[in-house]
């Protein structure tokens, strides 16, 4: 893993038939690079629950003269067994030494103090993420969100780990998280309706919620439109799947449209 690809380059999502595809790739933030911050982390895995309105913490995620940082809650409605789990470098023994060298020189840098600790925290966990070591990963995770918490990406990093980890309801959390810390990017709405509607797609008032978000934020959009288009259809609500693909398709002049008419024939076809 090269450094600046700090991102977690894990999942990619083509939204929609071939029109108003939306490859979500959360790269090219470099205007996230800030002033070093030095911090002593702390060595213990760090278990946080949801307990309503407040949240409890056996361990903060690292020491320091400011305020005791509690570490994003793992939701009450999951339970998390264990921290290790099969994670996407499993069984490839030349990704896993690879990703363990990248640890090493992560640290190394982290410990130079040249580069903003944000990504580089995010790099670690997304390393250890891929090694299945979650409670590293949901360690580091936190050490990023502690240094700039009104910053998306680590939170949308932390809700795929989460769902990696079979903890759905927290990564729902961590996606939530991401948009309403930085409303205005795209990318951390499409990964949350993506996610929504693949593990809750019969939550309607929570996929509901989370394109009202996203629409107050860019109103009728192809992308957004076609996550919306497909859960209604796979809902059975085939009006109204029909209805946003056409709304797609008027936001999409000069593409090649076939796709969609052919999605849109099959739709009306079930009606």
């Known amino acids: ?10 999942k990619k999502y083509w939204v929609g038939i071939g029109v108003g595809a939306a490859i979500l790739v959360l790269a090219g933030l470099a205007y996230y690079l800030k002033p ?9 895995p760090i278990v946080a629950t949801s307990t309503g309105s407040t949240s409890t913490s056996t361990q903060p995620v690292a020491t320091s003269s400011v305020q005791a940082f509690i570490p994003f809650p793992i939701n009450k409605a999951d339970t998390i067994t264990s921290w290790n789990f099969k994670g996407a470098y499993a069984g490839n023994a030349l990704l896993t030494t690879q990703a363990q060298a990248d640890i090493t020189n992560l640290t190394n840098l982290l410990a130079a103090g040249k580069f903003d600790a ?3 925290y995010n790099a ?12 590293l990963a949901y360690q580091y995770y936190n050490r990023s969100i502690r240094l700039y ?15 990696s980890m079979g903890a759905y309801y927290t990564a729902a959390d961590a ?10 990017m795209l990318e951390y709405h499409l990964e949350r309706l993506t996610y929504l509607t693949r593990q ?7 996929i509901v919620a989370a394109i009202t978000d996203a629409s107050k934020q860019f109103g009728d959009n192809a ?15 085939y009006a109204d799947a029909i209805k946003a693909w056409q709304t797609v398709k008027t936001l999409s002049p000069g593409k090649d449209t076939t796709a969609i008419d052919a999605e849109i024939a099959r739709l009306q076809a079930k009606q």
């Open 1 to 10: 893993m090269v450094f600046f690809m700090y991102m977690q380059m894990t």
């Open 36 to 44: 070093t911050v030095t911090l002593t982390p702390g060595n213990a």
């Open 118 to 120: 944000y990504n580089v």
């Open 124 to 135: 670690i966990a997304n390393d250890y993420s891929s090694l299945g070591k979650g409670a």
């Open 149 to 163: 918490p009104n910053i998306g990406l680590a939170y949308a990093n932390l809700g795929h780990f989460m769902d």
């Open 175 to 184: 996606y939530a998280k991401a948009t309403t810390v930085e409303p205005g």
């Open 200 to 206: 809750f797609p019969k939550d309607n008032a929570r």
């Open 223 to 237: 992308s957004i439109l076609s996550i919306e288009a497909q859960w209604l259809a796979g809902q059975g609500r």
